[in-house]
């Protein structure tokens, strides 16, 4: 039943991106670098809102609403719950995404390329 409710979530979320998430899915879709992205990605109990599955990198978009300590407490469970679990998780805020993406680009560009030479 969770997964039936995670699974129209993540649809719905493709159909309505954040400004954000248009602005990266844009560089991220059709095997960037060599890798391919999903977006929207059930993982656990969780929704990745990007995945490179070859490597285990999530990136998560983070909005206003994450800077809300509640917010906070709940991005630190999810992350530690995915991180044991194998991926590792690097976090933009959206301002990041919008003002320089070709800062949070270089970041993703550099982590892909270190995996890829271990």
Not at 49 to 75: A, M, N, R, V, W
Not at 85 to 111: C, M, P, Q, S
Request: aromatic share 12%; glycine share 4%.
């Amino acid at each position: 039943m969770t997964y039936n409710l995670l699974k129209e979530y993540a649809k719905e979320n493709r159909r309505k991106p954040t400004e954000a998430e248009s602005i990266l899915w844009e560089y991220l879709k059709g095997n960037f670098w060599g890798v391919h992205f999903r977006r929207q990605h059930i993982i656990g109990q969780f929704i990745a809102d990007f995945i490179c599955l070859s490597h285990h990198l999530i990136i998560e978009l983070d909005g206003k609403y994450h800077q809300i300590p509640e917010q906070q407490t709940s991005d630190q469970e999810r992350t530690e719950w995915l991180e044991n679990n194998g991926y590792t998780v690097i976090r933009f805020t959206n301002e990041a995404i919008i003002a320089d993406t070709e800062k949070v680009l270089t970041a993703i560009k550099t982590y892909i390329i270190k995996e890829q030479l271990l």
